[in-house]
């Protein structure tokens, strides 16, 4: 995972789900499903995110589908921009 996106799938996740970074893992996430701060993930490759409560919860997502905002091609991006020509601009600006 590129760096950059890394920072942002990190960030979402802190928000969306609580996470508290424990080491190398990003730990008691709160779980849509059950409800319990049981929501676990690598923090240095968060793919996939997972309830601990395996056996009677079993909620699993994978990261490139709740987040596809933040995997989409960048060409993609801009040229949807074009029609908004202010947010291109500032698009650009930010590299």
Not at 5 to 11: G, K, P, R, Y
């Amino acid at each position: 995972m590129a760096p950059d996106i890394l920072e942002d799938v990190q960030a979402r996740l802190e928000s969306d789900f609580g996470f508290k970074t424990k080491g190398a893992w990003m730990q008691q996430g709160r779980c849509p499903s059950c409800k319990k701060r049981e929501l676990f993930t690598r923090r240095d490759n968060p793919w996939v995110v997972r309830c601990g409560r395996s056996n009677r919860c079993g909620y699993e997502i994978d990261v490139k589908d709740e987040y596809r905002d933040l995997f989409e091609s960048w060409s993609n991006s801009i040229s949807a921009d074009r029609a908004r020509p202010e947010r291109l601009s500032r698009r650009l600006y930010d590299l």
